[in-house]
């Protein structure tokens, strides 16, 4: 069926019971070739997980504490692991050397890193595949950032060898050698990053949920999964808070168009969220993929007669959010208005001065700032071909009495975004799920 | 009940019939203090106004061709409507001075003028009200531009003791003493200035129509009557074309807040169209004022990843347009794109160049122009604050199978506008009339 890369979340990996059930995931599917692990997450919610573990030991070692008992604390998880599987990994020797790194001073990356080290060792013996190290294969410059070029190339190399290997997440070496990691989380991004590097048909995220979800399950009761989006929407839906991948851990497989399936290791005949480049638009309903939104903006709004025959109008008052350092989200305008919608947070420490610069640079009529504006996206496609999908959206809006602040449609058919009272916020959301799901 | 000027258009002083309906309408209202008039405007509808014939024989004259003739029918005009009405308006001196004036070289503004000087003449005599002239009392600067401080005051002081004048619209003069005259359908300004000057209470705009219609009769069948509607509304539907009456016409009484009443000489009892600076706002309805639109609109799209999170990128875009001198209508944005709305002719010429410069100065993922967009402007009181507004906005274009390619509202409460395609306009104007009004 083509390649696969799977990458398995800390909780997919957090102890021999769930590595049994990733072993079975991974034998039962010969297109995988290459795993990616995260180090073992929380087996219970009171547990903690490894990496934070390793944090705190070398904090203890900086502050000259104690911190023997703690290190034991990791290095028992990993035994007991491998005693649990009869898995003979070597990990004895790699506990050894990493104390004595710890001890002559290794790097916070370094240390933070081992979790998913000692874990693609594990989990490689217990499967009988090769381990292959991101250490001189995801490459970082001498300032940190990730070189993308060079470790396609690297990767490339290091995995041409190997049918099948099992790489850790988080991290990857700069020019020195020394071990640079990413953000946390980051082991989304080794994954990404791998399935790009061989050309994989597929990247198999999988973790402890059956794919995103249509809405936040604090609003919206069971929202359903969704079964397929786009990057370009799940990329609307995150910006606009959703809970999903975020950005940079997908760019990698996005850029290239691979696609992703977010997969769940305890579940794992549910077919999860297919993430595309580009998915079929159904000619006669929308398709919605989700709704989110997020509270406290503020809009500052512009009156002046005639403004449009006055050129540059917009670009002013714009430049003056610039010069303040705040981004503007959208700017809805009519005839002799414009406003501009921020979040209120970003604008507060710059209120008065922005005032002032907007009054000064474009002598408007009136000048007024509402604050507390959340703004809702609903995102899909087809949203714009199907004609009535403003109709009900806006209809539901109505029948559950919640005033539209603000309405911006522009030519993508990704989303429909309207502003209503942070308020409303929580019934807004409710009412379109309800309308286009529910 | 308070002081009123009237001014009367053309059709309603083009003779004898309609002068005796207008001395109807005055002298049934004692507030009515001030007139001013228009010249005499067509009778039927291939009749000449009296204007057109003195901009003709002012062109004769220019190009030495014979003019007598023509000048004899204004002269006829005039006096067949003063015999008519049995007036001694002393024309026939007029007649001679402005002949003799026009042999000398008279310019072309004194020339156009004398079609509302000879009416005013003719009407203050028939009304037995005191003529006052323009010249002196309506001031420019030397450039042309009207003076409003110093004609306020010359007018006041030109007006002070007289109980009742006819004052001809039109012109006035420059400090040189020479005749200027406002651009075409200046009287509407006379009008506005001269109720300004005298505080008026009210601007009663007397015409050949019952008021200002609330769609365009070519699209919608008998549309109703705008009842009553706000400056700010009125503006936006002359913005979008409908025919109402332009900006400048308003702007001097809208300024100090005199309401103005359009009114039908041919129907005097028909209350017309009330503007104002401000109108109750209905709490459970919208009040729709009207609806107005214009095609050809083209989108620049600029579609880019993450383009939020890169400070200035809306300032760009526009500052490409501005740099172009091409204005910018609306620039709905959804989270990735920014569209810019711009007139199509507009954009034309400075197509190339304006995808050339955003390219470079934002590297956008997507950069494409999408031609032939209608827009369309639903104005009212309450459009915001009613929340089921924009449900039945949208409902009624779904159920006429309208796609909606765009949707701008922002903090402004006077309307919804709406993008579609060019082929669908009148059919949504009819929709969103039919539903809120018809």
Not at 108 to 132: C, Q
Not at 362 to 376: K, N
Request: glycine share 8%.
């Amino acid at each position: 069926m083509g390649m696969k890369v799977a990458k398995f979340g800390g909780s997919s990996v957090a102890d021999g019971i769930q590595l049994a059930k990733i072993r079975e995931i991974i034998y039962a599917d010969p297109d995988i070739r290459y795993v990616v692990v995260s180090a073992p997450g929380k087996r219970f919610s009171e547990d903690s997980k490894i990496t934070d573990l390793l944090y705190s030991c070398k904090m203890h070692i900086e502050h000259h504490l104690p911190y023997e008992q703690l290190y034991q604390v990791v290095c028992d998880r990993f035994s007991a692991v491998a005693f649990n599987l009869g898995v003979d990994a070597g990990l004895r020797e790699e506990f050894d050397s990493i104390l004595t790194a710890m001890k002559s001073g290794a790097s916070e990356d370094f240390v933070a890193s081992r979790g998913e080290y000692l874990n693609a060792k594990l989990i490689a013996a217990y499967l009988g595949w090769d381990f292959v190290d991101a250490a001189g294969a995801i490459l970082f410059d001498a300032k940190g950032r990730f070189l993308e070029k060079e470790t396609n190339e690297a990767l490339s190399a290091a995995l041409a060898g190997h049918e099948h290997a099992v790489i850790p997440g988080f991290y990857g070496t700069k020019p020195d050698g020394s071990i640079k990691t990413f953000s946390r989380g980051g082991s989304d991004i080794t994954g990404s990053i791998v399935a790009s590097a061989v050309g994989a048909d597929i990247y198999e995220n999988w973790t402890d949920v059956s794919g995103f979800l249509m809405a936040d399950p604090r609003i919206v009761r069971n929202p359903r999964e969704i079964s397929a989006v786009t990057y370009a929407e799940l990329r609307e839906l995150s910006y606009m808070g959703a809970s999903v991948l975020h950005e940079d851990a997908m760019f990698p497989v996005h850029k290239v168009g691979i696609p992703t399936v977010i997969r769940n290791t305890n579940n794992p005949t549910h077919p999860g969220t297919l993430i595309s480049l580009h998915l079929p638009v159904e000619p006669t309903v929308p398709t919605i993929s989700g709704i989110a939104g997020r509270k406290g903006f503020s809009v500052v709004a512009v009156e002046k007669a005639m403004m449009n025959s006055e050129l540059g109008f917009g670009r002013k008052v714009l430049q003056v959010f610039e010069e303040a350092g705040v981004s503007f989200e959208h700017m809805p305008s009519g005839i002799d208005s414009i406003s501009v919608v921020v979040s209120g947070e970003a604008l507060e420490p710059h209120r008065e001065e922005i005032v002032r610069r907007i009054a000064d640079l474009t002598q408007p009529d009136v000048l007024s700032i509402h604050d507390h504006m959340a703004i809702i996206a609903t995102v899909g496609r087809g949203m714009v071909s199907n004609c009535g999908t403003a109709a009900r959206l806006f209809s539901a809006m109505s029948r559950a009495g919640i005033n539209v602040r603000m309405i911006d449609q522009g030519s993508s058919e990704l989303s429909i975004i309207v502003g209503v009272d942070d308020a409303d916020f929580e019934r807004t959301i409710e009412a379109i799920y309800n309308e286009f799901v529910g």
